[in-house]
């Protein structure tokens, strides 16, 4: 875990972690987020499954209107970050079959 995150940031991460089922994890992220927030940290997820599929820049950018900055951040994340969206993209292939 990074050093960076302060206990605050892990009790986020546990309170999480106690969700169960996608009506609680959607109440409490629309208590915690502005619709905004959900709508960029949501781009974000969408991106790193365009870059998985080996989409282009500008196809993603064109077909989402994310910022080549967004996605280009993205991509970092996915090829050289702790591995949290491949994890997350593995698994939500799992599920979708």
Do not use: W
């Not at 106690?18 to 969408?46: N, V, Y």
């Not at 949290?84 to 993209?89: D, E, P, Q, R, T």
């Amino acid at each position: 875990m990074s050093p960076h995150f302060t206990e605050d940031i892990k009790a986020l991460f546990q309170a999480i972690l106690t969700l169960t089922s996608e009506e609680e994890c959607a109440a409490f992220f629309e208590d915690l987020c502005t619709i905004k927030e959900l709508q960029d940290l949501s781009l974000r997820l969408r991106v790193a499954e365009m870059l998985k599929d080996g989409k282009r820049y500008q196809d993603i950018g064109t077909e989402t209107g994310a910022s080549t900055a967004t996605i280009s951040r993205v991509n970092r994340c996915l090829n050289y970050g702790c591995g949290g969206y491949k994890k997350v993209l593995e698994d939500l292939e799992k599920i979708r079959k």
